[in-house]
C-alpha cells in the first residue's frame, strides 16, 4: 500500500474536510475509510455514545457493517476504557494492533475511533489523532441537523416532554483548560420537569440546573421557559438577581400554574470567584482535597420560582464565596437523593450522604468529571433497578487552572 507523506497527508485532510460539507452522516464512513486506508490503516469504524451512555454503537456505512460488528459496551470494553477516560488504548494480537481514540466535540464525549492496522508509529499515530478530531466535528456538526444521527444514538423513542426539554439542553460537557462543567439528565427517554444549562462567557462559567414541578408535558415547558429567560437575560449582560428576577417572571406570565425550583451560578475562572442563589432548590455540594466541605455552599432557604405576587417583589439573594484549585461543586435535582430502592421494606432511598460519598469516592480514584456523573448515574439507576420515579439531574463543575 502506497501512503502519503506529510504534504499529501496536509491535502488529504483538506480534502477530507472538504467533502465533510457535502457528505451525509450515513456517507462518513466511506470517506474515513478510505482516507484512513491511504495512511496506511487496514481498517477503521465509528462507534457513538447512545443518550444513556451505556453502548457504543457503530455509525453505519463503515466496517461496522461486516457480520458481528455489533455495539460494545461502555463498560469492560477497550473501546468503553477509551471513551470513559477520554484517553488512547491499545491492544495487539498476533501481528494485528488496535487502537481506540475518543470522540471530542469540545469536552463533550460523541463516542470512539477504533483503527486496526499492523504497524504503529507517532506518526501514524498523530494522523489517526487527526482524522478523529474532523470525524468529531463534523458529525457534531451534522447532528444539529440530521434526525438519522439522533436515532443512531437512542436505544428506544422519547416522549413528547422530553423531547421538548431535550431541544433545549446544552452539550453535556463543556469547558476549557481552567474550568470544566458536566451534566447528565434521567430518566433520558421520559425526563419530565429538570433541565441544566451551562455556558462560558468571557472569563465566566455560567451554571443553572431547573427542576420544574411535575412530570408531564406541562412540566417540560416549564423548564423550557426558565431556560429560555435566563438565556435571555445572561446574554443580555444581566447578572444573576436580574436573571432570576426574569426567569421567576416568565415563569408567573407563561406557565402561571407551575413552579419551579433552581440554582443559579456564576464562577469567575480568573478569580475562583464563584456566586450563586438558591431557590428553593437542595443546596450546592463543595467538594474539595476528597470531602465534601460541610455547609460551605448552604445559606437560608427561599421559595421557588414563578409564584409572582406571592414573593411579596422581594429581591432574591445572592451568595459568594472563593474556590480553591482542584475544587468541584455538585448540583442536583431532589429526584437524585429521594430515588427509593426498588420493593425496599425499609422505603430505603439514595440519600444525600451516599451521593456525596460516591462523587467523593470517583473523584478520588481520578476520574474525569463527565465520567464521575455517567457512574453515578449508573448508580442511581441500580438502586431502582432501572426505574425512576422522578428526574434525576445532576451537574458538576471543576475549577482547575493551570491543569
Known amino acids: 500500500m502506497v501512503t502519503v507523506d506529510d504534504t499529501g497527508f496536509g491535502t488529504l485532510l483538506s480534502g477530507l474536510l472538504q467533502r465533510a460539507h457535502e457528505v451525509a452522516p450515513e456517507e462518513w464512513g466511506a470517506e474515513l475509510t478510505g482516507a484512513a486506508q491511504r495512511i496506511g490503516v487496514d481498517e477503521v469504524r465509528v462507534l457513538l ?3 444513556q451512555q451505556a453502548r457504543l454503537v457503530p455509525l453505519p456505512g463503515d466496517a461496522a457493517d461486516s457480520p458481528g460488528r455489533d455495539a460494545v459496551a ?4 477497550p473501546a468503553g476504557a477509551a471513551y470513559r477516560s477520554v484517553s488512547l488504548r491499545l491492544s495487539e494480537r498476533d501481528d494485528r494492533i488496535t487502537i481506540w481514540l475518543p470522540l471530542l466535540d469540545g469536552g463533550e464525549r460523541i463516542g470512539v475511533m477504533e483503527v486496526a492496522t499492523h504497524r504503529i508509529d507517532p506518526d501514524l499515530l498523530a494522523r489517526c489523532r487527526a482524522l478523529a478530531d474532523v470525524t468529531a466535528l463534523t458529525l457534531a456538526s451534522k447532528a444539529r441537523s440530521c434526525d438519522d444521527l439522533s436515532r443512531l444514538v437512542r436505544g428506544r423513542p422519547m416522549s413528547t416532554a422530553a423531547e421538548l426539554v431535550w431541544a433545549f439542553l446544552p452539550p453535556r460537557t463543556v469547558g476549557t483548560a481552567e474550568v470544566t462543567s458536566s451534566a447528565v439528565l ?5 425526563v419530565g420537569g429538570d433541565a441544566f444549562d451551562h455556558t462560558l462567557m468571557g472569563h465566566h462559567l455560567h451554571l443553572v440546573l431547573v427542576d420544574a414541578m411535575g412530570h408531564d408535558l406541562a412540566s417540560g415547558l416549564a423548564a423550557a421557559v426558565a431556560l429560555a429567560g435566563c438565556r435571555a ?6 447578572d444573576l438577581a436580574e436573571i432570576v428576577k426574569t426567569v421567576d417572571e416568565a415563569l408567573y406570565e407563561w406557565v402561571p400554574d407551575r413552579h419551579a425550583t433552581a440554582v443559579f451560578a456564576d464562577l469567575d475562572v480568573r478569580s475562583g470567584q464563584f456566586s450563586w442563589a438558591n ?10 482535597a476528597r470531602r465534601v466541605v460541610t455547609g460551605a455552599l448552604e445559606r437560608e432557604a427561599e421559595l421557588p420560582l ?52 460516591y462523587v467523593v469516592h470517583a473523584t478520588a480514584a481520578g476520574d474525569p468529571a463527565p465520567e464521575v456523573l455517567r457512574r453515578l448515574v449508573c448508580a442511581v ?3 431502582r433497578h432501572g426505574r425512576l420515579d422522578d428526574d434525576a439531574t445532576f451537574l458538576l463543575a471543576e475549577w482547575h487552572p493551570g491543569r
Do not use: K
Open 49 to 51: 455514545a447512545e443518550v
Open 74 to 77: 461502555v463498560d469492560g470494553t
Open 186 to 190: 434521567e430518566p433520558a427517554y421520559e
Open 233 to 238: 437575560a445572561r446574554r443580555a449582560g444581566a
Open 279 to 288: 431557590c428553593g432548590h437542595p443546596p450546592p455540594r463543595l467538594i474539595r
Open 306 to 357: 414563578g409564584l409572582g405576587p406571592a414573593y411579596g417583589g422581594r429581591p432574591r439573594s445572592v451568595h459568594s464565596t472563593r474556590l480553591e484549585p482542584g475544587d468541584r461543586v455538585l448540583i442536583h435535582t431532589d429526584g437524585a437523593i429521594d430515588s427509593r430502592a426498588e420493593n425496599a421494606e425499609n422505603g430505603d432511598t439514595f440519600g444525600e450522604e451516599r451521593l456525596t460519598e
Open 381 to 383: 439507576l441500580a438502586h
